[in-house]
């Protein structure tokens, strides 16, 4: 099993609508979740980060994390043409590590 | 942009020869990472330096080595090349290097072996 699970996509949606991004992960210890945004040709840039559980808000972006599930997800709101590029997952394993899902592929539609 | 620079953008080489890529972190960062990002295995961390000093290591190959300057510069080093080290590298940099530091990516070198 892998640390951490992503499914690749694609997902295409409609300008407008919520998109709901997701990932789980194998070791319960884990504290540390982010999440990474990368366009096409570019390096990932940090959009999210979140500490133990909880719900993290920022603008049209919110991320979730569900430790009892092993589950953490990303909400996009109001998702606009400028949202379309990969998100990754990515959990600080402890050890200075960080390990990242496959990255989901993500096309908004005007 | 990120702060974060890695040259060279693109390079084409053949199997069985050696390159160095280069990175430079952000101004004030102390520590660095190397990734190697491919179609099959997404993202996978190489390698960290803190300060000039190997930090922690990852699925990085022993034809692979690297290295953190005095300068705080870095750089990868990739012999006995592979057709399926064909990737993008992407090196990142942040402050400390600590589980609640932020990674910053440079904009990646793009590897293709023939």
């Known amino acids: 099993q892998k640390e951490v699970e992503q499914d690749p996509g694609p997902l295409s949606v409609p300008e407008g609508a919520i998109v709901s991004l997701n990932c789980t992960y194998s070791?319960?210890?884990?504290?540390?979740f982010m999440w990474y945004r990368q366009y096409s040709r570019k390096g990932p840039e940090l959009l999210m980060y979140?500490?133990?559980?909880g719900n993290k808000e920022d603008g049209r972006f919110t991320a979730q994390v569900d430790k009892s599930s092993k589950y953490i997800s990303l909400f996009i709101r109001d998702s606009q043409p400028s949202d379309s590029a990969t998100y990754l997952c990515?959990?600080?394993?402890?050890?200075?590590?960080?390990?990242f899902g496959a990255g989901t592929r993500l096309f908004v539609k005007a | 942009d990120s702060g974060v620079t890695q040259t060279p953008k693109h390079l084409i080489t053949a199997t069985g020869q050696r390159v160095t890529l280069r990175c430079s972190p952000r101004?004030?960062?102390?520590?660095v990472y190397w990734y190697q990002q491919s179609l099959d295995q997404g993202l996978q961390f190489l390698i960290q330096?803190?300060?000039?000093?190997?930090?922690a290591k990852g699925n990085i190959l022993e034809r692979f080595s690297a290295q953190q300057f005095p300068d705080l510069h870095s750089e990868l080093n990739l012999s006995s090349l592979e057709l399926g080290d064909s990737a993008l590298y992407f090196c990142?940099?942040?402050?400390?290097?600590?589980?609640?530091?932020?990674?910053?990516f440079g904009p990646g070198t793009r590897l293709t072996v023939l």
């Open positions: 070791n319960s210890a884990f504290q540390y």
């Open positions: 990515a959990i600080h394993t402890g050890g200075f590590k960080t390990i």
């Open positions: 979140t500490y133990s559980s």
């Open positions: 990142a940099s942040s402050v400390f290097g600590g589980e609640s530091d932020t990674q910053y």
């Open positions: 101004s004030g960062d102390l520590s």
């Open positions: 330096y803190y300060n000039g000093e190997e930090r």
